[in-house]
């Protein structure tokens, strides 16, 4: 017994050292990581790391250089913009988990769906999929935001309603890979019903395939919110959406660049660290995966 329990031990100290050198040893995972809980603690902590309210206006330092009038200068309206970029990383990250989070449920439901029973719930379930999936997503996205009327809540919906097609098509074709499975009889025979079958014994078999999806799904999503703000559909002024502040600088590229420049950055930074995580999990949890 005590045999055992050390062999027990061993293996679990084993186990612990190969997880970690794997993880350790992956610059793509580090990376974003490291940025995903940089952007974290910028949202967190944003009241106390902005110098000023997101809307407090100053004209008489309007157009303010960066270092003259703060540490990224100030708009068109004498606002801090570095105040106005942190408190835009709580709204990309709150969207940007709020989509992902309605698309995942979506998709793999709908996907669960499919995959478990076939036939005509098959292909009814496809035909929606495919036709969400060739339309272009933010043309899609556009129409529904136009029809819907201007928001963030509306391009929240709009966003996750365009997104969840690639879910369903991956979750789909597990599900027909397990749902044979001896576990998966095993259930069937001792009267499980099918809900709890999908839900209880296939749905956990798909997890690592779901943290990777939606990973790499957030950068999407945060850009096409970005995208739809900067057009007037989302956020409205004077929200510090990373997109709205991308609008109002465009009338001052040429005096005042540091207003779209840095929002800009911060887009850019958010998108490619999300992306860096969502490539590591996929590399950890799901290396078949890879093109």
């Not at 017994?1 to 040893?25: D, F, Y």
């Not at 110098?51 to 009038?69: K, V």
């Not at 945060?222 to 609008?247: E, H, K, M």
């Amino acid at each position: 017994m005590k045999l055992e329990l050390a062999q027990r031990e061993v293996n679990g100290s084993r186990n612990a050292r190969s997880w970690r050198t794997i993880l350790l040893g992956n610059g793509q995972l580090m990376a974003g990581v490291f940025i995903f809980a940089l952007v974290m603690a910028v949202a967190l902590f944003a009241d106390g790391l902005a110098l000023r309210p997101y809307d407090a206006m100053d004209l008489g330092n309007r157009l303010q250089p960066p270092g003259t009038g703060g540490p990224l200068g100030t708009d068109q309206f004498g606002r801090d913009l570095f105040s106005r970029v942190v408190y835009g990383s709580r709204i990309a990250l709150r969207v940007g988990l709020i989509v992902v989070t309605i698309e995942t449920v979506l998709g793999v439901t709908m996907g669960l769906f499919a995959g478990y029973y076939g036939g005509w719930v098959d292909r009814v379930i496809a035909s929606v999929t495919d036709v969400t999936w060739a339309l272009p997503p933010i043309v899609l996205a556009l129409a529904i935001v136009t029809a819907l009327g201007p928001s963030l809540n509306n391009v929240i919906i709009a966003i996750a309603l365009v997104s969840w097609a690639g879910y369903a098509r991956l979750i789909r074709t597990k599900t027909q890979g397990l749902k044979n499975m001896p576990f998966v009889e095993a259930a069937r025979a001792l009267g499980e019903s099918d809900l709890s079958i999908m839900f209880r014994y296939i749905l956990p078999n798909t997890f690592g395939l779901v943290i990777v999806l939606a990973t790499l799904s957030l950068p999407g999503a945060i850009l096409s919110t970005t995208a739809l703000s900067f057009l007037g559909l989302g956020s409205q002024p004077p929200a510090p959406d990373w997109g709205v502040i991308l609008n109002e600088g465009i009338r001052h590229l040429y005096d005042a660049p540091w207003i779209s420049v840095f929002p800009g950055l911060a887009i850019v930074c958010t998108a490619l660290g999300f992306n860096l995580l969502g490539e590591g999990l996929r590399d950890v949890l799901d290396p078949r995966m890879k093109v």
